[in-house]
C-alpha cells in the first residue's frame, strides 16, 4: 500500500483553516493569558480571525474547484456567498458577544450559589465563548461545501456541539438557559441520529459517500427507491432540524429564549444560513434529479412551516419567543426557494439568507439593550413605549420587524417577492400563495410589536434602554444599514449574486 | 447469512433507541437511547459497506464513533449541570420554556 | 427635463431640510413644509402646464436601470389621469400643510417629524401615480402605508392606534393578494420574452382566461381595499375618524384614489378580458357602496366617520363609472377623483377646525354655528354641497358625467345610482340642520372663526370646486383623449343614441 | 336664431350682487340691500330691452341664443353653457325680475329689523340668479343647474331663520323633496341622452319624431316628477306648507309667484316631448287635478294665513299644470294662469307679510278679525287680489282661470268632463277658503290680544303691493285681448293637430264657473261671517277637516312609508356593519389568534414531547415513502 498525501489546496481552504487555527489560539489564549487580559485578547483575536477570513473569501471568489481537499469539499460561488455571508454574520454577532454582561461568570457553579456570587465579584468571564464562536462557525463554513457524507456529518457536529454549550451559558435565568442547553443538545442529538441513519442509507443505495456518486446513482435511478427515499427523508429530518422548519422546529422557541441573547442572535442567524446552505447544495444537486419525490414533501414542510410559525407567532408574549416562531415561518418562506430549483430559486435563497440573517442579529440586538435592573426585559408587554424612551432601539427594532414583513424597501422585500417569483415559477402556486397569506398573518404580529412600541403608552417600571457598548450599537446600526440599502438598492448585491451562484458538480 | 438482516436490526435498534428517547425521563436514559440511535446507524453502515464491498461505510463509522464520544463529553457536561442546579436529572423537570 | 423626478425629489429635500433643523423649532418645520409644498405645487402646474393633451401616450417619461437581474427600472411617466392626479396631489398638499398648521401638536412625536412624514408621503404620492413600472408601483404602494401608519397613529386621536393598525393590515393583506399576482406576472414574462415589469409589455402577455381573472383578482380586491369598495371599507371609518383632519386628507383624497386609479391603470390595462368578466360583479358592488355608504353616512352621529362613509358613495361612483365602459362614464370618473380630493378635502378641514375649537366630533355637540362662526359654516356648507353634487359646483359634473354615461349602457344600475343624490342630499343636510343650524347649543357660545390662516387654506378649495363646477373644460379636455383611449383600448365605443327602439 | 351678447346680464347682474354680499359680508350691511334691488331691476331693466329687441324682429327671429363657454364635452355628450330666450323664456323673465323687484323693495322695509337683512338680500340675489338661468338655459342641463340653483337658494330662505329648529326642518325638507324630483330631471336628461344623443332642446326637439313612444313617454313622466318636486305637486307636495318658515316674501316670491311655477315651465318647455307622448300627458292633467283638489281642500282646513295661501298655490298650480297637460290648446293658457297667478298671489302674500307686520308675526286667522280699519291699503290690494282670484269678472284670475275650465271641458268625452267637474268645484272651494281667508282676516270681530297693535305698513311695502294689486286687476285682461298672449307663444307650439270648436260655449263655462264660485263665497259667508269665530280651532270638527287640518296626512304617508323604513333601514346598515361586515374581518383575525394560542399547546416544554414530535414528523416521512413504493 503506497501512501500518497493528500493534495490540499490551501488557498481555498485558507478561511476555514485561518478560523479553526484561531479557534485553537484562543484555546491556548484561555490556558495561558491572565484573567485581566483575556477578554480583549480574545476579543481581538476572534474579530480578526472573522476579518481575515473573511478577506480570504473575498479573495478566493469567483475561483472554482471540486478537489480543493481531496473531492471532500467543493468551492464555488455558493460556497464564497454562503461563506461569506456565514462571516458578516459572525462577525457583527461577536460584537454582540463582546456584551460580557450577558454571560455567567462560571459556567460550572450552581446558579445562585455563593460560588456563582464571587466569580461574579471577582469580574471573571466566560472568555471561552470566543473560541467555541470561532469552532461552530468553522463548521458552518465546512457544511454547506461538503461534499460527503462524512465530511457532512463532521461538519454538523462541530456546528452543532459548541452551540449547545454556548445556549447555556447566560448569566440571568441560569435555570432556563441551562434547560435550552439540555433541550437543544438532546434534540439535537436526537435529530443527528436520524442524520446519520439517512445517511447511512443513502450509501446503501448508492454504494458511495460522494455526493458524485450519489448524484450518479439518483440520475441512473439502477439503485433501490427505498433505500433512496429513506436516506433521503432521514438526512432531510436533520437539516430541517438545523433550519427549524415544522414539524422539527420544537426547539426553537425554547432554546432561542433560553439562550443567552446574543448567542441566540449569533445561532438564529448563522446557523439558518449554513444549513439553508447545505440543503440547496444537496437538492440542488444530489437530489435534483430525484425532485419529484422531495418536492411534495418539503413544499408540505413550507406549506406548514410558515402557517404554524404566523399563527403561534401571534400569541407570544415574550419578545425572544416571538422572533423564534417568526424564524420557523421563515424557514418555511426559504424552503420555497429550495422547491423553486433553479438559477433565480439559488440566487433569491441565497439573498433571502444574507438579508434575513443580517435583520435577526439586529433584530435580536436591539433586544439585548432592552433592560432592568435585573437584566434583559424580553417580555412584550413591557416594551410598551419603547419608541418614547429610546427613539433608536425602537426605530431600529421597527425596521428589522418591517424586512421580516417584507414591506418594500427593506430587505425582506426584495427576498420575498425573489424567492415567491422563483418558486412560483417551478409551478409551486400552493407555497406561493401560502407564503403571502401568512405573510400577512405575520404582519399582524409584527405590527403589534410596532403598536406597543410606538403607540402605547410606557409603563414606570424601571424597563430602560442601555448601550452597553459601541460594538452592540455599532451591530444594530450595520444590520439597519445593510437591511435599508438592500431594500432600496439591492442590485449590485444581486447581480453579485446572480454572477457567482453556479454549483459546479 | 443474508446482510439484509443485519439492516433490520439495525432499523429495530433505531426504532428502540428513538421509542426510548421519548418514553424515559432520565436525561442519561434518554442520551443513552440516542447513542443506540447512533450505533444502529453505524451498524446500517458497516452492513451496507459489507453489501458495497468498500470501506467508506466503516470509515463513516469510525468518524460516528469520534463524534459521538465528543457528544458525550458535551452532553454529560450539560446533563451534570442540570443536575447540580436541579438535583435531579428528570428531563421532564426541565419545563421552565413553554408555549 | 426631469419633471417627475425632480417632483420626487423635491419633497425627500424638504424633508432632509426638515429634520436637519434644530429641535423645538416647530415654526421652522412648518414654514419649511409649507414651502416644500408649495415649491412640488409650482413644479407640477409647470409641468402640467407643458403637457400635451391629445398625445394618450406616457408623457414625461424616465428610466433608469434599478434592479437589473429582475427587470426592475425606476421607470416614470404620466398619462392624463396620472398628471391630474398628481396634481391634485399637489395642489392638497400645501393645503393640509397649512390647514393643520397645529395638528401635529397632540401627537407623539415632534412636530418636525409629522412634517418629515408628510413630505416623505408626498414623495410617495406623485411616485405611485407616476410610475410605469409595476415592480416600483408595487413598492410604493405598499411603502405609503408606513408613513400614514405612523400619521394615524402617531398624531390621531381616539383609538388611533387600533385604526392605524386595522389600515394597516386591511391594505397590507390586499397588497399581498396583489404581490401574488405580480409575481405571476412576473414568472409569465419571463417565460414570454425576459423579466419585466413594464406595464406595455406585460399588457400583451398570452395567458389563461383562468390565469387572467385569477391575477384580475388579486389586483382588484387590493384595489378595492384602498379605495374602499363594499365590502372591504369597513377600515376606512375608523382610520378617518382617528387621524388627524390633514391625514384624513391626504388619506382619503389621495391615497384612496390610488386604487381607483389602480383599477384604471392595471386592472383594465392589463387583463382586458377578466375585467369584462367581472364587471357585472363590479357594477353592482359599485351600486351597493353608493347607497350603503350613503345610507350609513346618514345615520352617523360622529362627523369624520360621516365625512368617511359619504366617501364610500363617491367611490361607488368612481367605480362604477370606471367599469361602465363609455368616454363619459370613464372622464366622469377621472375627473370625479380630481373633484373629490377638493371636495372631501373642505369638508374634512373644516370638520377638523370645528372638531378642535369644540373638542367633540360628535354632531350633536355642535349646532347654531352658523350665527356664531359664519364664515366656518359657510365653508362646511359649500364644501357639504360640492359633496352632495349641487349643479354648479365641480362634483356635479363629475357625478353626471358618470351616471349619464353609466346609463347608456347599464341603465338600471345608473338609475339605482342616482337615488344616491337624494340619499346625499340627506346625509349633507342633516349634520348641517344639527351643526350648522338651529339655536347655539351649550358650549358653543363663544367658538372662534376662521382665522386668516385657515381662510387662506379653505379659499383655494373652495375656489377650485366653484371654477371648476362652472369651467370644468380645461380638465376634461386633458382627460378626455386619455378616457377614450382607455376604452378603446378595451375594445368599446360609446353606444350610438338608440332612439328608443324605433 | 338670433345671436345676443347681453343674455348674460340678466343672470350676472344678480349673481354678482350676491356674490359681493356674501363674500364682503357685514361691510355691506350698510348697502347690500339697496345694491341687491338695484341688481334685480336692473336686470328687469335688461328684460324689457330684450323684450323690445325682440319685438322689433320677426316673428321666426325673435328666439335669441348666446353661447357662453363650452362646459362639459365629453365624446357626444356635449353641453355648452348657452342661454336661450324665447317667447315663452320672456314672459319668465320679467315676471322672476319685475316681481322679483317689488320684493326686494317690499323686503328692505320688512326685513329692516333683523340684523342679517344683508344675508337674505343676498340670498333674494342668488335665487333670481338661479330661476333666470332655469328659464334661459338652453338644454336640460343648463335647466338643471338653475333647478338646484333655485332649489338651494329656496333652501337657504325657508330655513332663514334656521335657529329654529322646526324652519331648519322645514328648509331640509324642501331640499331632499326637491331633490326626489331633481333625480326625475336627471333620469330625464339621462334618458334623453341614451335614446336621441342630445339634452339640448333644440336637439331633443329635432330628434323627437325619431324617437320611440314609449322613450318619450318615460322621459315625459320623468320630467313630471321633476315638475312635481319643484311645483309641489301630487305626491311630491308635502313640503310647501312647510316652506312657509321662510319670511313671507320668500312665499310670495319663491313659494308663490316664480319657482314652484318651474315646473309648469319645464313642462311646458318640453311641448315637443308630451305632444308625443299622450300617455305622459295624460299623466300630467291626472297629476294637476288630484293637485288642484288636494290643494284646495288643505286650503279650508288651514287657520295659518301663510298655510292657507300656499294651499291655494299649490292648488292653482294643479290648474296650471293640468291645462299644460291638456296639450297645445292649453300650453298657452297655463302660462297665462302663471302669470295672472303671479300677480295675484305675490300680492296676498305680500299682504299676509304686511298683516303679520302689523300684528306681531301672528299667523293665526283666528287671532285676526277686523283688520280691515286698521290696514286700509293691505286690505284693499288683498281684496282686488281675492277678486282675481276667484275669477270675478273683468279680474285677471276671471281670464285666466275660465280658459282653463273651458279647455278641460274641451278635451272631450268622459275626460273632458271629469277634469271640467273637477276644475269647476276646486274653484268653489277656491272660492269658499279665500272669502274664509277674507272674512277671518279683515271682518268680523276683533280677535287679538291685548299686545298687537295693528298698524298699516310703510310705503316701502304697500307700494309693491298695490303695483301688484294692478296687476292682479289689468294682467288678464291686457294678456288675452285679442288673444296676446296665445298669439305671442303660437311659434313655440306645435299646432299640427289644431283644437276643434269649443264643446260648451264659453259663455256658458263662465256661467257655471261664477255659479260654482258664488256657492263657494256663500258658504264661507254663512259659516264665518254670520257665526262669531272662536280664537282657537275647534276640536270637535268632523273627521274630514282633521284629515285637512293635517295636510290630508300627507306627512303622516311619508313618515310612514319613507322615513320611517329609511331610518329602520339606516340602523340596521349601521349595526350590520358593524357586525357582519367589520364583523368577519374581525373574526377572521379573532381565528387566527384563537388558533395561534391553541397551536401554542404543542409547545408543553417537555424535551421528550418535542422528540415525539419529531418522531411523528419522522413516522410521516415513511407513511408517505410507504405510499409511494406500494
Known amino acids: ?505 | 447469512m443474508d446482510a439484509s438482516n443485519y439492516l433490520y436490526i439495525s432499523a429495530l435498534l433505531f426504532t428502540i433507541g428513538a421509542v426510548g428517547v421519548v418514553v424515559r425521563r432520565n436525561a442519561i436514559v434518554v442520551f443513552m437511547c440516542i447513542e443506540l440511535m447512533l450505533n444502529a446507524s453505524n451498524l446500517s453502515l458497516v452492513t451496507f459497506s459489507r453489501i458495497n464491498g468498500d470501506l467508506d461505510g466503516q470509515v463513516m463509522a469510525f468518524f460516528t464513533m469520534v463524534v459521538a464520544a465528543c457528544e458525550v463529553v458535551v452532553g454529560l457536561a450539560i446533563i451534570v449541570a442540570i443536575y447540580r442546579s436541579r438535583r435531579s436529572a428528570s428531563v421532564d423537570d426541565a419545563s421552565l420554556l413553554k408555549r | 427635463m426631469k419633471w417627475l423626478s425632480l417632483l420626487m425629489l423635491l419633497p425627500l429635500a424638504g424633508a432632509a431640510i426638515v429634520s436637519a433643523l434644530p429641535k423645538g423649532n416647530d415654526k421652522a418645520a412648518k414654514q419649511a413644509a409649507l414651502g416644500t409644498t408649495l415649491v412640488v405645487m409650482a413644479a407640477t402646474i409647470a409641468m402640467a402646464v407643458g403637457f400635451q393633451r391629445d398625445n394618450v401616450d406616457l408623457q414625461y417619461v424616465e428610466s433608469y436601470a434599478w434592479i437589473p437581474s429582475f427587470g426592475i427600472n425606476f421607470a416614470l411617466g404620466v398619462d392624463a389621469i396620472a398628471l391630474v392626479l398628481i396634481l391634485m396631489s399637489t395642489i392638497l398638499a400645501p393645503i393640509v400643510v397649512l390647514a393643520g398648521w397645529n395638528e401635529a401638536h397632540g401627537g407623539r412625536w415632534s412636530v418636525k417629524t409629522f412634517y418629515i412624514l408628510i413630505l416623505v408621503l408626498e414623495t410617495m404620492m406623485i411616485g405611485v401615480f407616476a410610475a410605469t413600472d409595476l415592480f416600483l408601483f408595487y413598492v410604493i404602494f405598499e411603502a405609503m402605508l408606513i408613513p400614514v401608519y405612523f400619521l394615524i397613529g402617531g398624531y390621531g386621536s381616539g383609538e388611533r392606534s387600533a385604526a392605524a393598525v386595522k389600515f394597516l393590515l386591511y391594505s397590507l393583506f390586499g397588497g399581498l393578494l396583489m404581490l401574488a399576482a405580480i409575481i405571476a406576472l412576473y414568472v409569465m414574462s419571463g417565460a414570454q420574452g425576459g423579466h419585466t415589469f413594464d406595464i406595455d409589455k406585460l399588457s400583451q402577455l398570452q395567458m389563461s382566461s383562468t390565469t387572467q381573472n385569477l391575477l384580475f383578482l388579486g389586483f382588484f380586491i387590493a384595489f378595492a381595499i384602498k379605495a374602499p369598495v363594499w365590502p372591504f371599507h369597513t377600515w376606512l371609518p375608523d382610520a378617518a375618524n382617528s387621524a388627524t383632519p390633514g391625514t384624513s386628507v391626504l388619506l382619503l383624497g389621495v391615497l384612496d384614489k390610488v386604487g381607483t386609479f389602480g383599477m384604471i391603470r392595471y386592472c383594465l390595462t392589463l387583463f382586458p378580458d377578466a375585467s369584462k368578466t367581472f364587471t357585472p360583479l363590479i357594477m353592482v358592488l359599485a351600486v351597493i357602496s353608493i347607497l350603503y355608504g350613503a345610507f350609513l353616512a346618514i345615520g352617523a352621529k360622529d362627523i369624520k366617520r360621516l365625512i368617511a362613509y359619504t366617501s364610500i358613495s363617491h367611490f361607488g361612483f368612481i367605480t362604477m363609472g370606471i367599469f361602465a365602459m363609455t368616454s363619459q362614464a370613464q372622464s366622469g370618473s377621472i375627473l370625479y377623483m380630481f373633484n373629490h380630493g377638493f371636495s372631501t378635502a373642505a369638508l374634512f378641514l373644516v370638520a377638523g377646525w370645528m372638531i378642535s375649537r369644540r373638542g367633540s366630533s360628535t354632531i350633536a355637540d355642535f349646532g347654531g354655528l352658523q350665527r356664531i362662526t359664519p364664515i366656518m359654516a359657510w365653508s362646511f356648507f359649500i364644501a357639504g354641497l360640492s359633496s352632495l353634487a349641487l349643479p354648479g359646483l365641480s362634483s356635479f359634473v363629475s357625478e353626471f358625467l358618470v351616471l349619464v354615461g353609466t346609463f347608456t349602457r347599464y341603465p338600471v344600475h345608473a338609475v339605482i345610482a342616482t337615488f344616491g343624490i337624494v340619499l346625499a342630499a340627506l346625509y349633507i343636510l342633516i349634520p348641517v340642520q344639527k351643526a350648522l343650524h338651529g339655536p347655539t347649543t351649550p358650549g358653543n357660545e363663544s367658538l372662534k372663526d376662521l382665522n386668516l390662516r385657515e381662510k387662506l387654506a379653505i379659499a383655494p378649495v373652495i375656489a377650485i370646486i366653484v371654477a371648476l363646477g362652472f369651467y370644468p373644460s380645461p380638465l376634461l379636455k386633458v382627460i378626455n383623449p386619455a378616457a377614450t383611449h382607455v376604452i378603446s383600448q378595451m375594445g368599446f365605443t360609446d353606444p350610438a343614441p338608440s332612439n328608443g327602439g324605433k | 336664431m338670433f345671436i345676443s351678447n347681453t343674455l348674460v346680464y340678466l343672470i350676472a347682474l344678480p349673481l354678482a350682487g350676491a356674490a359681493i354680499l356674501l363674500l364682503a359680508g357685514r361691510r355691506t350691511d350698510k348697502w347690500g340691500h339697496l345694491l341687491a334691488t338695484a341688481m334685480s331691476a336692473s336686470s328687469f331693466g335688461v328684460g324689457l330691452y330684450q323684450l323690445m329687441l325682440m319685438l322689433d324682429r320677426p316673428t321666426e327671429q325673435r328666439p335669441a341664443s348666446q353661447k357662453l363657454f363650452e362646459w362639459i364635452h365629453v365624446g357626444e355628450f356635449k353641453v355648452d353653457a348657452g342661454l336661450l330666450l324665447d317667447q315663452l323664456s320672456i314672459c319668465f323673465v320679467l315676471l322672476i325680475t319685475g316681481v322679483g323687484t317689488l320684493i326686494h323693495i317690499y323686503s328692505i322695509s320688512y326685513m329692516s329689523h333683523d340684523k342679517d337683512r344683508r344675508r337674505f338680500f343676498a340670498y333674494l340675489n342668488l335665487f333670481i340668479a338661479s330661476m333666470l338661468l332655469l328659464v334661459l338655459g338652453d338644454s336640460y342641463l343648463n335647466l338643471y343647474v338653475g333647478w338646484e340653483g333655485v332649489g338651494l337658494a329656496s333652501y337657504l330662505l325657508i330655513g332663514f331663520w334656521n335657529q329654529k329648529p322646526a324652519y331648519a326642518t322645514a328648509s331640509k325638507k324642501a331640499f331632499v323633496m326637491n331633490r326626489v324630483g331633481d333625480m326625475g330631471l336627471s333620469f330625464a336628461i339621462m334618458i334623453a341622452f341614451a335614446t336621441m344623443g342630445t339634452v339640448s332642446f333644440v336637439g331633443v326637439q329635432e330628434q323627437v319624431s325619431q324617437t320611440s313612444e314609449a322613450a318619450l313617454t318615460a322621459i315625459g313622466l320623468m320630467l313630471l316628477v321633476a315638475a312635481a318636486g319643484k311645483s309641489a305637486q301630487f305626491p311630491l307636495q308635502a313640503w310647501l306648507g312647510d316652506a312657509m318658515a321662510g319670511p313671507t316674501p320668500v312665499s310670495a316670491l319663491i313659494h308663490a309667484a316664480t319657482m314652484v311655477t318651474a315646473g309648469v315651465y319645464l313642462i311646458t318647455r318640453s311641448n315637443f316631448v308630451f305632444d308625443a307622448a299622450p300617455t305622459a300627458q295624460l299623466v300630467v292633467v291626472i297629476v294637476g287635478a288630484i293637485t288642484l283638489m288636494f290643494g284646495a281642500l288643505i286650503g279650508t282646513a288651514k287657520d295659518d294665513i301663510k298655510k292657507a295661501l300656499a294651499a291655494s298655490t299649490m292648488s292653482q298650480i294643479g290648474y296650471m299644470t293640468l291645462a299644460a297637460g291638456l296639450g297645445p290648446v292649453g300650453y298657452a293658457f297655463a302660462i297665462m294662469h302663471l302669470l295672472t297667478h303671479g300677480f295675484f298671489k305675490a300680492g296676498m302674500f305680500l299682504g299676509a307679510g304686511s298683516v303679520m307686520h302689523g300684528m306681531n308675526d301672528e299667523v293665526n286667522m283666528r287671532k285676526y278679525g277686523a283688520l280691515r280699519k286698521f290696514m286700509p291699503i293691505t286690505f284693499v290690494t288683498f281684496g282686488l287680489g281675492y277678486l282675481a282670484i276667484l275669477g270675478i269678472p273683468p279680474f285677471a284670475g276671471f281670464y285666466s282661470k275660465d280658459l282653463i275650465i273651458e279647455t278641460a271641458f274641451d278635451a272631450g268625452g268622459a275626460k273632458g268632463i271629469i277634469l271640467g267637474i273637477t276644475t269647476l268645484i276646486g274653484a268653489s272651494i277656491t272660492a269658499f277658503y279665500m272669502t274664509r281667508v277674507m272674512i277671518l282676516t279683515f271682518t268680523g270681530t276683533k280677535r287679538w290680544d291685548g299686545d298687537a297693535h295693528p298698524h298699516e305698513s310703510p310705503w316701502l311695502m304697500w307700494l309693491p303691493m298695490a303695483i301688484l294689486a294692478i296687476g292682479s286687476v289689468s294682467s288678464g285682461y291686457l294678456l288675452s285681448r285679442g288673444d296676446a298672449l296665445e298669439n305671442w307663444l303660437y311659434p313655440l307650439f306645435d299646432h299640427s293637430d289644431e283644437y276643434q270648436k269649443h264643446l260648451i260655449e264659453p259663455i256658458i263655462v263662465s256661467g257655471m264657473a261664477l255659479t260654482m264660485v258664488a256657492i263657494g263665497v256663500a258658504v264661507a259667508y254663512f259659516k264665518y261671517a254670520r257665526q262669531d269665530v272662536s280664537s282657537t280651532a275647534p276640536e270637535d270638527v268632523s273627521i274630514f277637516t282633521k284629515v285637512a287640518r293635517q295636510d290630508l296626512m300627507q306627512d303622516r304617508f311619508n313618515e310612514a312609508v319613507f322615513m320611517r323604513p329609511g331610518q329602520a333601514l339606516t340602523t340596521t346598515l349601521i349595526a350590520t356593519d358593524q357586525a357582519v361586515v367589520d364583523g368577519a374581518v374581525r373574526g377572521v383575525g379573532q381565528v387566527a389568534l384563537s388558533s395561534g394560542s391553541a397551536l401554542r399547546g404543542l409547545q408543553n416544554g417537555y424535551v421528550r414531547s418535542y422528540a415525539a414530535i419529531i418522531l411523528v414528523g419522522a413516522i410521516a416521512l415513511i407513511a408517505a415513502i410507504w405510499v409511494v413504493v406500494s
Not at chain 1, 418591517?402 to 427593506?410: E, Q, R
Open chain 1, 1 to 505: 500500500m503506497i501512501f500518497t498525501s493528500p493534495a490540499l489546496s490551501y488557498t481555498l481552504l485558507s478561511p476555514i483553516l485561518i478560523l479553526l487555527g484561531g479557534a485553537l489560539i484562543g484555546v491556548l489564549v484561555e490556558a495561558f493569558v491572565s484573567k485581566a487580559l483575556r477578554p480583549v485578547v480574545q476579543l481581538t483575536l476572534s474579530l480578526g480571525t472573522l476579518m481575515l477570513a473573511l478577506m480570504q473569501v473575498w479573495r478566493i471568489r469567483g475561483e472554482e474547484s471540486l478537489t480543493p481537499a481531496m473531492g471532500s469539499l467543493v468551492i464555488d460561488g455558493p460556497a464564497v456567498l454562503i461563506q461569506g455571508s456565514i462571516l458578516i454574520i459572525a462577525i457583527i454577532s461577536i460584537f454582540l458577544i463582546a456584551d460580557t454582561e450577558q454571560f455567567t461568570p462560571l459556567a460550572a457553579a450552581l446558579p445562585g450559589s455563593a460560588e456563582e456570587r464571587q466569580a461574579e465579584q471577582a469580574g471573571n468571564q466566560v472568555t471561552e465563548v470566543y473560541p467555541l464562536t470561532l469552532f461552530a462557525v468553522s463548521g458552518m463554513m465546512i457544511f454547506p461545501i461538503a461534499t460527503d457524507l462524512i465530511m457532512l456529518f463532521v461538519a454538523l457536529e462541530v456546528l452543532s456541539l459548541p452551540l449547545y454549550l454556548m445556549a447555556g451559558l447566560s448569566r440571568r435565568r441560569r435555570l432556563a438557559s441551562q434547560e435550552s442547553a439540555l433541550k437543544y443538545f438532546l434534540l439535537g442529538s436526537f435529530a443527528s441520529a436520524f442524520f446519520l441513519f439517512g445517511a447511512a442509507y443513502l450509501y446503501g443505495f448508492s454504494g458511495s459517500i460522494t455526493f458524485s456518486g450519489i448524484q450518479a446513482a439518483v440520475v441512473g435511478g439502477t439503485g433501490n427507491d427505498v433505500l433512496l427515499l429513506i436516506g433521503m427523508s432521514f438526512l432531510s429530518i436533520g437539516l430541517l432540524f438545523k433550519v427549524g422548519a415544522v414539524p422539527f422546529h420544537s426547539w426553537t422557541p425554547d432554546v432561542y429564549q433560553g439562550a443567552p441573547t446574543p448567542i441566540t442572535a449569533f445561532m438564529a442567524a448563522a446557523t439558518k444560513v449554513a444549513a439553508f446552505g447545505a440543503m440547496l447544495r444537496i437538492y440542488y444537486t444530489v437530489f435534483a434529479n430525484a425532485e419529484w419525490s422531495w418536492i411534495p414533501v418539503i413544499s408540505a414542510i413550507a406549506i406548514i412551516s410558515m402557517v404554524l410559525g404566523s399563527l403561534v407567532a401571534i400569541a407570544q408574549r415574550d419578545v425572544k419567543r416571538m422572533l423564534a416562531y417568526s424564524s420557523i415561518a421563515h424557514a418555511g418562506f426559504l424552503l420555497s426557494g429550495i422547491i423553486a430549483l433553479n438559477k433565480s430559486g439559488l440566487d433569491a435563497t441565497i439573498f433571502y439568507l444574507f438579508a434575513y440573517g443580517i435583520a435577526t442579529v439586529g433584530g435580536f440586538a436591539v433586544v439585548t439593550l432592552v433592560r432592568d435592573s435585573s437584566g434583559e426585559v424580553t417580555d412584550l408587554n413591557r416594551w410598551k413605549g419603547l419608541g418614547k424612551r429610546s427613539p433608536f432601539a425602537a426605530s431600529a427594532f421597527a425596521l428589522f420587524l418591517l424586512a421580516f414583513a417584507g414591506i418594500p424597501l427593506t430587505s425582506g422585500f426584495i427576498g420575498k417577492f425573489s424567492i415567491f417569483s422563483a418558486a412560483y415559477e417551478n409551478g409551486a402556486t400552493a407555497v406561493v400563495i401560502t407564503g403571502v397569506l401568512s405573510s400577512a398573518i405575520a404582519a399582524f404580529f409584527y405590527i403589534r410589536v410596532i403598536v406597543l412600541m410606538f403607540f402605547t403608552d410606557a409603563v414606570e417600571d424601571g424597563t430602560a434602554v442601555e448601550i452597553p457598548s459601541i460594538l452592540t450599537r455599532a451591530t444594530v446600526i450595520i444590520a439597519a444599514v445593510i437591511t435599508l440599502v438592500l431594500g432600496i438598492y439591492p442590485a449590485p448585491v444581486l447581480d453579485f449574486i446572480t454572477d457567482l451562484a453556479i454549483f459546479i458538480r
